[in-house]
């Protein structure tokens, strides 16, 4: 009985340390990292917004963990091609990709696009470029007003340029169109700023676009609202949305997400480093000049924040259903 009791306590004390063991490396993955350079998969192409803000993050990436961040573009089907494939990399923390809502949200419940919304493992979102209606400043709308009361009085009649299809432009001028109770025309475009060449080019009456596209613009633009809860920095003198009377807050919430199965440790430490780069002023400077808005949307945040967002969207997804 004594040798069995002996015995167990050996097997016992020996497990006991294997499964120690084990821990210890992860333990340590999670403190050391990233101990080597980290691949940034971007889901479209150099020049656009995501791009752009991603190479915004590099030095400050750089200057925390002392490696770097190695852009990778991967467009294609307006960001489902890298969506689809997130899960078939390596989930150890080294290769992350960049997401957006609504994107994620919409694209899968418009059509199958070869991910649910649920496959994409957001571990932060550090901001948001803001939605804008912006006309040529030669325009005959000097105001949203003069837009609004055209498109009553002319349905269909006032086009609107935008990237896409199922992404923030579509969802944001379909979100304006119901709560003005107006009927505008979509007219998607390769990007933002092809739609800004075509409205330059008197080719549409207006785009629904980003603050960042009325700042690139400048004189040549004229931006009738910004979807920002106050004015933004960049746009001084146009109005927000809910100045005007219209509830609408919101864009393309830009963020990071890493495959599944990776360890919840290095997603915290992932989700600490954007968190640290996002408070570093001259990174606020940064963005907050080229018309973006920095927000942070945190680990722990994330499952309340996609679930807000998805309620937001339920009501224009099912207009844009319909009109399929």
Do not use: C
């Not at 030095?59 to 089907?77: V, Y």
């Not at 901001?127 to 055209?150: G, M, R, W």
């Not at 169109?177 to 025309?185: A, E, I, K, N, Q």
């Not at 092809?194 to 700042?215: D, F």
């Amino acid at each position: 009985m004594n040798l069995n009791r002996r015995l167990f306590a050996k097997i016992l004390a020996s497990a006991s340390l294997l499964f120690a063991s084990t821990l210890v490396p992860f333990a340590a993955q999670a403190a050391d990292y990233p101990e080597r350079d980290v691949t940034y998969v971007i889901p479209y192409n150099p020049g656009g917004e995501s791009d752009v803000t991603a190479r915004m993050q590099q030095k400050f990436f750089k200057e925390l963990t002392g490696h770097n961040l190695i852009i990778l573009n991967k467009p294609g089907a307006g960001g489902a091609t890298a969506w689809a494939q997130l899960n078939g990399f390596k989930a150890d923390g080294y290769t992350i990709m960049g997401t957006i809502v609504p994107h994620i949200i919409l694209q899968p419940a418009m059509k199958e696009v070869g991910y649910q919304t649920e496959d994409i493992t957001n571990v932060f979102f550090f901001h948001y470029t803001p939605d804008a209606i912006i006309v040529n400043a030669e325009s005959e709308f000097k105001t949203l007003q003069d837009l609004v009361d055209f498109a009553s009085a002319n349905p269909g009649a006032v086009t609107m340029g935008g990237s896409g299809t199922n992404t923030a432009n579509h969802l944001a001028a379909e979100i304006v169109s119901g709560l003005t109770s107006t009927v505008t025309t979509y007219i998607p475009f390769k990007g933002s700023a092809p739609a800004i060449t075509a409205l330059l080019g008197n080719q549409i009456k207006s785009v629904m676009s980003y603050t960042t596209q009325g700042v690139k613009a400048g004189d040549q633009v004229r931006s009738l609202a910004v979807a920002t809860e106050k004015r933004h920095p960049a746009l001084p003198d146009v109005p927000t949305f809910r100045e005007l009377g219209i509830n609408h807050v919101g864009g393309a919430y830009r963020g990071v997400a890493v495959p599944k199965g990776t360890p919840e440790d290095i997603q915290l430490e992932l989700a600490k480093i954007l968190a640290e780069i996002n408070a570093n002023p001259e990174f606020q400077k940064l963005m907050l000049e080229a018309g973006y808005s920095v927000i942070d949307v945190s680990h722990e945040q994330i499952p309340t924040f996609m679930g807000q967002k998805a309620k937001t969207y339920a009501g224009a997804i099912k207009q844009l259903k319909a009109k399929q």
